[in-house]
């Protein structure tokens, strides 16, 4: 059934279609000294199809029926041509650097370019073993050394049996290389990191939000500070995330180096790496700085105004 029959339940009349006793599609060459080639395509039982190098004019002859004789003739204008693809004949240049555009001098070495070049991941291992087998194995261990003594001095853990039926979350090194502005190495920096992706929601953590502080927030302490003549002032306090405590109970894994068979960490406060160090050193922090006169302002909860 056709979609006319379809939609008028009749059948499409085509009685004033013919059956064409020859096709003819003819197309003249644009140089009258070029000879015509053609392309003919004979269409018998079976059929056969001849081609003559590149069809410039060519022809499809169909067999006629027996009550037909018409012919229908097309001509060369009515004949869509391919579109010919447009070639640009402009020169294109590559674009060079910039350090060969600009006329720059050579950096000097005691730049921050030269703290980027010196600053690379294959002077820093990766694993333990890599931090004690090295040619700076004295520096590692001096930097691991110090990191447990600030563990235990916040006292973070509590070194107990392994719990049976508990999630145990993992924990690894992290090493890395502090330099100054001209490159030069000023400390060996070891870190312990807990692996908070092998943490068990609703058991290793509930809430985990913690306010970060705003841009805006920012740029308004700059414009006060500038219109009232204020001096900025700035403070780094060592293993932040080290004095949040945790309502949670965690057991970890003791660190590679320190292990002890059958016995973990249980942890009294958060360490890096822990979902919800940012909240518990948030608490912490803002818990101090309100019995010292401080109050959260209403705009921005990372913001603490003193009253």
Known sequence: MTPYEALYHVKPEISHLTVPNSLQLSDTPTNPKTESRFAEIEMDDPVRITD???????????????????????????????????????????????????DLPDPPHTTILACALLTTEEFEPHTHNQAISCSDAPKWFQALQEELDLLKDQNVWTIVPEPKNRNIVGCRWVYKIKRDVTGNITRYKARLVAQGFSQQPGTDFDEIFSPVVRYDSLR??????LYFNWSPDQLDIKGAFLYGYLKDEIYMKLPDGYQQNGRCAHLNRSIYGFKQSPKAWYERLTTYLLTLGYAVSSFDPSVLIHL
């Open 52 to 102: 003559s190098n590149e069809p410039k004019n060519f022809e499809i002859s169909l067999p006629p029926p027996e009550d037909s004789q018409q012919y229908l003739h097309i001509e060369s204008s009515t004949i869509s041509k391919p579109a010919t693809q447009r070639v640009s004949n402009r020169t294109h240049h590559k674009p060079r650097p910039f350090w060969e555009t600009i």
């Open 220 to 225: 308004l302490l700059s414009a006060l500070s």
